[in-house]
C-alpha cells in the first residue's frame, strides 16, 4: 500500500515538473510560432517569412516618493521624562531574609552557625503562633539595599540554603 502511494506522488511530481517545462516563461517577448509542416504541396504558394512585430515600448515610471520632502517639515520630538535614579532614603521598606524556620531553637541554631561560618550576620528570632506552637525564624538583614541583599543572597545559596526574602516596613 505504501509502495503505491509513493509511486503516485513520484509520477505526479513528474508529471508537474513536465507540465512546467512546457509552459511559456512569463517574461518571454517572443511569440509562439505555429509549427510548420516538413512536406509543403508543390502547387501551394509560398509565404514570406513573417516579420516578428515590433516590441512595444513601455515607460517605466520612476518611484514617486513623496517622504522624501516631507520628512523634513516634520520633527518628533519625545516628551519629558524624568530619569530614573535609584534613592534608598524614598523607599518605605527594608528587604529581611528568612533562611529557614524550625520549631527546635538547635535546629535554628545550627543553621545560625553555618550561616556566621560564610561571614554572614543572622539573628534567631521566637515566634509564637496563635495555637500554642512555637517556631524559630533564621533571619538575615536588614538590608537597605536591593544589591546588598542579592549578594548575601547568593553566599546562602551557594551553601544550599535557599532563602526566602520579605520586604518589612522600616523603623522609625
Known amino acids: 500500500m505504501r509502495w503505491i502511494l509513493s509511486l503516485a506522488a ?7 515538473i ?15 510560432q505555429p ?9 501551394s504558394q509560398v509565404k514570406p517569412p513573417q516579420t516578428p512585430p515590433k516590441k ?6 520612476t518611484p514617486n516618493f513623496r517622504f522624501y520632502e516631507m520628512l523634513p517639515d516634520s520633527e518628533v520630538v519625545p516628551p519629558k521624562v524624568n530619569e530614573y ?6 523607599q518605605n521598606f527594608d528587604y529581611l531574609i528568612q533562611t529557614g524556620s524550625f520549631r527546635r531553637q538547635e535546629d535554628a541554631e545550627r543553621q545560625r552557625a553555618q550561616i556566621a561560618f560564610q561571614g554572614i550576620r543572622a ?7 496563635d495555637g500554642g506552637n512555637i517556631w524559630y525564624r533564621v533571619n538575615v538583614g536588614p538590608f537597605e539595599s ?3 541583599m542579592n549578594a548575601t543572597v547568593d553566599k546562602l545559596v551557594g551553601i544550599n540554603i535557599q532563602p526566602l526574602v520579605r520586604k518589612i516596613p522600616k523603623k522609625g
Open 56 to 61: 512595444q515600448v513601455v515607460k517605466e515610471s
Open 10 to 16: 513520484v509520477g505526479g511530481f513528474i508529471g508537474f
Open 123 to 129: 539573628s534567631v528570632d521566637r515566634i509564637d503562633m
Open 85 to 90: 535614579t535609584p534613592n534608598p532614603t524614598r
Open 18 to 32: 513536465v507540465y512546467l517545462n512546457s509552459m511559456e516563461p512569463a517574461g518571454s517577448t517572443s511569440p509562439a
Open 146 to 148: 536591593r544589591s546588598r
Open 35 to 43: 509549427a510548420q509542416s516538413v512536406a509543403a504541396p508543390a502547387s
